[in-house]
């Protein structure tokens, strides 16, 4: 891919993220959280993709907007678990509040550290950039390298949680850059072909709701231990219980249909 072309290419992800950050104060709704993360994770595959051609770190997402990335987690991370536990019709009124006190907190650092310089700035650091040319060879290099690790990771008897996430995140690189490059840079790598976008998707979701579930049960277990009244306490300890059985059995089970997944891709 030419420069300007790949300029182009980055510039976008730069205006996706920027519009989808003006959409969330004042209401931070769930909904724009998501998109404005999704647009920086998108970002952040692309810089790793570039990255991989360089050999090093030369592309870096600035410190201001990794700021303002992982507020905007929390805030929806405490959001969903509210979600959650409506859901699952559960009485914990205490740990509701706790909620709604790590979100008012967070949209104040939000209002504090947003700002459109955020943006420019980062425009303004790509634009001086040493350019680069991205090629075909450099595509099916980053896209291999992550498929090696997911393969590595995934022949784990039994893998951590964390080694779970990870091949979270390599099958999310994999996902957003399959998605962003043209498709003239991909057409030739035989692999990335056999990767469908669908199926990455739904293996991460699958992961990403299991990991979801297991941060709350960890959330509501660190809170039961600061609680002063034993019965509420209780309550927690019953439900992170019967959380952690059901755990148990869904990690297998996406331990199972990763394993399936990557032998019927053949990915080595």
């Excluded at 909904?31 to 404005?36: A, G, K, L, P, V």
């Excluded at 009485?91 to 310089?117: A, V």
């Excluded at 057409?187 to 072909?193: C, M, R, V």
Aim: aromatic share 8%; with cysteine; glycine share 4%.
């Amino acid at each position: 891919m030419k420069e300007d072309r790949l300029n182009k290419l980055v510039k976008n992800q730069i205006d996706d993220a920027e519009e989808a950050a003006k959409k969330i104060g004042p209401d931070f709704e769930k909904e724009d959280i998501h998109e404005f993360r999704v647009a920086v994770k998108s970002l952040r595959s692309l810089i790793r993709l570039l990255d991989s051609s360089t050999g090093n770190d030369t592309f870096i997402l600035p410190s201001d907007l990794i700021d303002i990335y992982h507020t905007s987690g929390i805030i929806r991370d405490a959001q969903l678990e509210h979600v959650k536990i409506s859901h699952m019709d559960l009485d914990l009124p205490g740990y509701c509040n706790h909620l709604e006190k790590i979100i008012s907190k967070h949209k104040k650092s939000w209002e504090k550290c947003y700002s459109k310089k955020i943006f420019s700035h980062l425009e303004s650091y790509w634009s001086e950039a040493k350019p680069i040319v991205l090629t075909e060879a450099v595509v099916e290099q980053f896209i291999a390298g992550k498929l090696a690790s997911i393969t590595r990771i995934s022949k784990s008897v039994s893998p951590s949680d964390e080694e779970l996430h990870g091949i979270r995140k390599q099958l999310k690189d994999i996902f957003y850059v399959l998605k962003i490059v043209p498709g003239n840079l991909i057409s030739a790598f035989n692999t990335a072909k056999q990767v469908e976008i669908s199926e990455l998707k739904w293996i991460t979701d699958l992961i990403g709701a299991y990991n979801d579930d297991r941060i709350f049960m960890e959330h509501i277990k660190s809170y039961s231990q600061e609680l002063l009244k034993p019965a509420d306490s209780m309550t927690i300890d019953n439900i992170t219980t019967e959380m952690a059985r059901q755990l148990t059995k869904r990690k297998k089970e996406i331990c199972d249909q990763v394993n399936k997944y990557i032998s019927s891709q053949d990915w080595g």
